[in-house]
């Protein structure tokens, strides 16, 4: 029904953790979610390893450049949502993961080096949307930031946004929580206390809400809608299994 891919060249960016966050919270919030591994490097594949997949959560591992289209088209229905995430680098792997794309986020940290690689997505993006002939909607996460936004910040937010550049509103803060994931698997409702847990929490919530947004406003632009409604209250954990995609 939708499908998300995070995707930056940038490597170390923050887009495993992205994915993963999202994943988590959009499953805690009642969807269903297919999570695809597209890094060699299989980092959602180790945070699945870790503990039991929480619950509405399946994971897809052994997707490459010559099955990634119809595995996308396979899963992309019946409300799920995909998310999908990528190795560091541009490839004709992210080429046609961004040509399935509903929404692709570019997860940067706020540094002007980092944004001006992550930028280069922009281009590639434009790329596909000349091919394909339709518009692919994309939004920038700042990533491991600090309480306090620094001077660069919000500067490259400006910059951002003067040229229509959507970026995702709060960034994903640093956090002990959010590195631990892939240490201990599950997701923040299961995890042992990790530093501010409660701010992290809040923040990872905050985040995915205003992700489903930017993922809503693009279904609306394409004439579809999204079939699930993110709960306002997030229920407390349950013991489950993570479900089979099919
Ligand atoms: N918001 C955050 N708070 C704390 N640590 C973070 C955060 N985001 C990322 N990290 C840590 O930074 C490192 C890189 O993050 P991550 O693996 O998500 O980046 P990536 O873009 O997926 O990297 P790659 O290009 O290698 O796939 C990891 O050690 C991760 O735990
Ligand atoms: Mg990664």
Redesign the pocket.
């Known amino acids: 029904m939708a499908t998300v891919v995070v995707a930056?060249p940038k490597?170390?960016?923050?887009?495993?953790?992205a994915a993963v966050l999202l994943g988590t919270e959009f499953a805690r919030a009642g969807a269903n979610i297919v999570l695809l591994d597209c890094?060699p490097?299989r980092?959602v594949n180790m945070w699945a390893s870790k503990a039991k997949l929480p619950p509405r959560i399946a994971l897809l591992s052994d997707v490459d450049e010559t099955n990634i289209v119809r595995t996308i088209k396979q899963y992309d229905r019946n409300g799920r949502i995909l998310i999908v995430d990528l190795?560091?680098i541009a490839s004709r792997l992210v080429s046609r993961a961004i040509s399935q794309a509903d929404l692709v986020l570019t997860?940067m940290r706020a540094t002007a080096l980092d944004a001006s690689i992550g930028l280069q997505m922009v281009a590639l993006i434009a790329e596909e949307e000349e091919v394909l002939e339709r518009k692919i909607a994309h939004a920038v996460i700042f990533?491991?930031t600090r309480g306090v936004r620094s001077k660069q910040h919000r500067d490259l937010e400006r910059s951002l946004q003067k040229q229509g550049v959507v970026v995702i509103e709060p960034p994903?803060?640093?956090?002990a929580a959010?590195?631990a994931l892939?240490a201990l698997g599950g997701d923040l409702s299961t995890m042992p206390a990790q530093g501010r847990m409660e701010s992290a929490a809040v923040n990872a919530r905050e985040f995915a809400q205003a992700v489903y947004t930017q993922l809503k406003g693009a279904k609306h632009e394409q004439g579809t809608r999204l079939q699930y409604q993110p709960r306002r209250h997030q229920n407390p954990p349950q013991a489950g299994h993570g479900t089979s995609p099919e």
């Open positions: 930056s490597g170390g960016a923050g887009k495993s953790t890094d490097n980092a190795e560091g997860p990533t491991m994903l803060m640093e956090r959010f590195s892939f």
